[in-house]
């Protein structure tokens, strides 16, 4: 079993609330249920963290460099144009990590088309809402299960 933290940012905690025409109806509670049981079925531990704080969320990363975390699946929300100390505290963790977003960052402002993660992502997935996430956790899973057997 390897356990997967899935990391959310900035203002995910209000998802089926703000902007439902853009990130969907769905709350985060929900995603991440669905998300445990679709993890659980694959014989794997899930553990979310969301944070509005950049601080917090480099502090879980940090955490997750030592805890035994095997995969990071990572929305970063409004940090993804502006935080290189959120990419380094990424690339200190050493961990394999998919970038997801709920809308398509390339079919909205121009400011929204950059990301400090994409390059250091082993994949990126946007513009599906919250399919993205069960898209990065097969995705995860399958590379996971590649490494496993090397």
Do not use: C, W
């Amino acid at each position: 079993m390897a356990r997967i933290l899935v990391l959310n940012g900035p203002n995910l905690n209000r998802l089926g609330t703000r902007e439902p025409t853009i990130y969907g109806q769905r709350s985060l509670e929900e995603v991440v249920a669905d998300l445990e049981s679709r993890g659980e079925a694959l014989g794997h531990q899930i553990e979310h963290f969301q944070s509005n704080a950049e601080h917090a969320l480099i502090e879980r990363l940090h955490a997750a460099a030592d805890d035994g975390t095997a995969f990071l699946i990572f929305n970063p929300a409004s940090f993804t144009h502006t935080s290189v100390a959120l990419r380094d505290a990424v690339l200190a963790s050493q961990l394999p990590m998919i970038e997801v977003h709920l809308s398509n960052p390339h079919a909205r402002e121009t400011f929204r088309r950059h990301s400090y993660f994409s390059d250091i992502a082993l994949g990126t997935i946007s513009g599906l809402g919250h399919k993205v996430y069960a898209l990065a956790l097969d995705a995860a899973h399958a590379l996971l299960q590649t490494r496993k057997a090397n």
